[in-house]
């Protein structure tokens, strides 16, 4: 069975500092790999994934197999970065995907 | 295009009761998949319909059951509710073909067993 592990429910930063919001998963096949994020009263979206190797709004996140991580980083934090992040694993494909995700952290950045 | 729209918003139900709630995925999606999102944690799968049929299942009992109609909608039903069944519900859409696609939410209903 898949899953993700957050391990830090909250991660404070001040304005301008580096930001990594950690997240490894177990599962012994090729799963793919998204952030999503939670901004206040939003729904959630898709932040990024880990197949299309982007940036958006600075933030990327690089998949690393042997250690089965699959951390965000943004060099510098913004004020409107403030949201819950929650990290997702998906198997299988087309209309037969299992999505797990992990139980979130939320970022939180001091002006 | 109104994306992924859930009804009711909110709802209260007493203990026992059964509970319908409604998906309309974003256009142009055939995928729905439904999550139950408890306090404080992450929302955690219950199942996805495909071509109307259940085709993924979360750890889920079989009092959580879906259907999935010709217009791509979808209906989660919950029985014999119990007081641990409050939570968030999220469905989320996506579009087979795309493989491994992403899953674009609605805003959730608020289900209160009382």
């Known amino acids: 069975a898949q899953r993700v592990t957050q391990p830090e429910k909250l991660l404070s930063v001040f304005k301008g500092a580096p930001v990594e919001l950690k997240c490894n998963y177990s599962?012994?096949?090729?799963?793919?790999l998204f952030w999503y994020v939670q901004y206040s009263r939003q729904r959630l979206q898709l932040l990024l994934r880990?197949?299309s190797r982007e940036s958006i709004k600075g933030f990327t996140a690089d998949l690393n197999k042997g250690e089965t991580s699959f951390h965000l980083k943004k060099p510098f934090a913004q004020e409107e970065d403030s949201a819950m992040y929650y990290c997702a694993l998906s198997v299988g494909s087309g209309g037969y995907q299992k999505v797990t995700f992990g139980t979130g952290t939320k970022l939180q950045v001091i002006p | 295009d109104a994306g992924v729209t859930q009804s009711p918003t909110h709802l209260i139900k007493t203990r026992g009761q059964q509970v319908t709630l409604r998906c309309s995925p974003k256009s142009g999606h055939d995928t729905v998949s439904w999550y139950q999102q408890a306090l404080g944690q992450g929302p955690q799968f219950i199942f996805q319909?495909?071509?109307?049929?259940?085709?993924q299942r979360g750890n889920f009992p079989d009092r959580f059951s879906g259907h999935q109609f010709p217009n791509y909608s979808s209906e989660l039903n919950v029985n014999a509710l119990l007081l641990g069944d409050s939570a968030l519900y999220l469905c989320?859409?996506?579009?087979?073909?795309?493989?491994?696609?992403?899953?674009?939410f609605g805003q959730g209903t608020r289900l209160t067993v009382v």
């Open positions: 880990h197949i």
């Open positions: 319909y495909y071509e109307e049929e259940e085709r």
């Open positions: 599962y012994s096949g090729s799963p793919e």
């Open positions: 989320a859409s996506s579009l087979s073909l795309r493989g491994r696609a992403e899953a674009f």
